[in-house]
């Protein structure tokens, strides 16, 4: 005689049980974690070299700034290859690199342009308007838009605070330039994000390299014991190299322009697209 099995009640879908992740890889995850850690040195001895001043510790804290710079270039590509959320859950190191990013790219180089005397006597207080500016951008939910691009001026002063100091500006035209870059930092212009992917992207690489040992060479030449004043031949080759700021900055906005010409067009399209159907409907 044949009997029907009784059927098993249909189990709820258990959550998946999180990856196990080896020693191993939770290894290599704390190390990178220690690697994008090694910005905070950087900033502390950038900080003891301040405070001591002169033209020697300047020269210094712009060797540290580039050092963090580099760091801050390549932690996020060894994240990835160690898959770091899955390697430590717990620690949150996107957050770590903001405060890193904070003080490398935005306070110590206000820092070194208050301490170098950069600005006139009597306004170094309008150092502010970058601080809280630089605040406001690194604090924005879409700091970084969906389709690639930083919004607004990425805090870049350490690369401003490094030309206010080896080129001959005039301490009113540098309060103008960085009362300029803090209010675009507000403007939702969009900038190039370089380590994305695309062709002007890649481009902002390419040329990024031989800026990039320009601005090496110049640095090794930045004046050691005397007041900042370069060679001639330095003095021309920071002139030159100012072509790399010069299109990053020229592309960001005429990528910003094009973008929000194109949403005008689209509102305008949208606007006018029912008018026309209920004309033809007549």
Known sequence: MLTLKKRKPRRKSEPRRPHAVSKLTRVLGWCVHAYTGLGLVCAALIVALLAEGGANAFRWSFLLMAIATIIDSTDGTLARKVKIKEAVPSFDGRRLDDIIDFLTYTFLPLFLIYRAQILPAGWEP?????????????????????????????????????????????????????????????????????????????????????????????????????ARTLDAGTLNLTWVSLFYPAYYLGVSWWISLRYWVRKATAHRRAETSPTEESAAMR
Do not use: E
Not at 129 to 143: D, I, K, M, N, R
Not at 198 to 218: D, E, H, K, Q, S
């Open 126 to 226: 309008a150092l502010i308007l970058p601080l809280y500016a630089s605040a406001y951008g690194f604090c924005q939910v879409q700091a970084k838009t969906d389709d690639g691009y930083f919004l607004g001026f990425p805090s870049l002063w350490n690369v401003v605070a490094f030309y206010l100091y080896a080129l001959p500006i005039s301490p009113w035209a540098a309060l103008g330039i960085i009362t300029l870059l803090a209010v675009l930092t507000f403007v939702p212009t969009r900038h190039l994000y370089p380590s994305m992917p695309g062709r002007l992207n890649l481009w902002t690489t390419i040329l990024g390299i031989p800026w990039t040992f320009l601005m090496a060479w110049i640095l090794w030449r930045l004046p050691q014991t005397t």
